[in-house]
């Protein structure tokens, strides 16, 4: 999931509320496998998009006459209510695709089928370990498999580095901050912004993981009452409050266009940069965040696909969904989506080198994405997200300190823990 609003958020939480009790509902009669089939398919993200996932829904029809699926665009700031609603009253989609842990959610609730039944788990070893975990439920169960990724990296203005006598991108946590100090000595206002994760639990994940913590153990116990925990929230802290990361959040593109140097954002920067922005064209470069002292682990975004069990369609829908990792497919998406200018990192990393980037950004991504980790699947987290937020920005804005406001978080993910 890209980007989450407090509206949002609370919409979500109230939907969660009402979507308890689908589990005790029969499950729909299935279709004959052998039967013509009209699959549906609500792609959460936009409408070009969903242009690039039906040409891979156009290409299975070739192979296979008698099944047609067509792809629904919905958008962020409401999918997941709908989804949840669908859920709720067992009818919409056969295929729903969405945030990397939303089918473990719905799958919790009896409205996502377990694609172990359907072979899915060949597809395992052709995943990012990280994003495989992250969208698989806790107990093995598979609700739904990653169908892209996305991930931040360090945009970065080679003129205004270059004015400070900076070299190269920092690498490490401390080269970000004595690289700061230089850009302000050489009069650049603005050294460091964050767009994607700005005062957001995605923000902190990357400090987070770099200092050798976690949201939640192996066994899916809250672990913020850790070294590791507070070192992160100290430094993400003060980038904010000592080194003038501004707590309002500017797009990427537009920070670097009305100069600050460098900015920590999604990798969906990067795709329509030099279109978007023509005046910095050969004036920026991206490289991965700097690493902190347990490495330079970053998050991974992404969406996960899966089988709605109100679904007429199981077994056709199920492979359709293992047909999304072939070569093919995923070169028919890339296609789209390069043609589109829309940003596609598929969902197996030896195809990083075909998204719809740039070789050279690509490569980096490539490179940022073999240490990354994934949003928690552990039960409860998407309920307990938005307010772990909330917790988290209270350290930033100076309303508790470090340990409360770690402490009180982890209190939230324990209640909603059960």
Excluded at 149 to 172: C, E, F, I, N, Q
């Amino acid at each position: 999931m890209r980007r989450t609003t407090a509206a949002v958020s609370a919409a979500l939480i109230t939907a969660l509320g009402a979507g308890c009790a689908t589990s005790g509902k029969p499950e729909t009669k299935q279709a004959d496998a052998g039967v013509p089939a009209t699959i549906s398919w609500w792609s959460t993200g936009g409408d070009d998009e969903t242009a690039a996932f039906q040409k891979a829904a156009d290409l299975y029809k070739k192979s296979h006459p008698g099944v047609t699926i067509k792809v629904q665009t919905l958008s962020w700031d409401d999918a997941y209510a709908k989804l949840l609603a669908a859920s709720t009253s067992r009818s919409g989609p056969d295929i729903l695709s969405g945030g990397l842990t939303w089918t473990i959610q719905f799958g919790m609730r009896g409205a996502m089928v377990d694609l172990r039944k359907y072979g899915i788990e060949a597809l395992r070893a052709q995943a990012q370990p990280a994003q495989w975990k992250s969208a698989v439920s806790p107990d093995g169960t598979v609700y739904g498999v990653p169908l892209d990724m996305s991930t931040h990296a360090l945009y970065y203005r080679k003129d205004l580095l270059g004015k400070a006598g900076v070299t190269a991108p920092p690498k490490t946590w401390d080269e970000l901050t004595a690289d700061i100090g230089k850009l302000r000595s050489a009069g650049v206002k603005r050294p460091f912004s964050i767009d994607w994760g700005n005062l957001d639990w995605i923000g902190f994940f990357n400090y987070l993981h770099q200092a050798g913590g976690a949201f939640y153990t192996a066994d899916c116990k809250p672990s913020l009452d850790t070294p590791q925990a507070e070192r992160a929230l100290s430094y993400w802290v003060d980038l904010y409050r000592k080194h003038g990361a501004p707590t309002d959040t500017v797009a990427g593109g537009d920070a670097l266009e009305t100069g600050t140097a460098m900015v920590s954002g999604g990798s969906w920067i990067a795709m329509s940069l030099d279109t978007d922005k023509p005046e910095l064209k050969g004036k920026w470069a991206m490289a991965a965040l700097p690493a902190g002292p347990a490495g330079p682990t970053t998050f991974i975004g992404g969406r996960a696909v899966g089988v709605t069990s109100y679904s007429k369609y199981v077994q056709q829908s199920a492979d359709f969904v293992k047909f999304l990792y072939s070569d093919q497919a995923l070169d028919a998406i890339a296609a789209e989506s390069r043609a589109r200018n829309v940003a596609f990192i598929p969902p197996r990393p030896d195809k990083i080198a075909t998204s719809s980037f740039t070789p050279e950004q690509s490569a980096v991504f490539a490179g940022i994405i073999k240490t990354g980790a994934a949003a928690p699947g552990c039960p409860g987290w998407d309920d307990s997200a938005p307010d772990v937020a909330k917790q988290l920005q209270s350290a930033i804005l100076g309303r508790a300190d470090l340990k409360t406001a770690l402490s009180e978080a982890a209190k939230i993910m324990e209640r909603n823990a059960g």
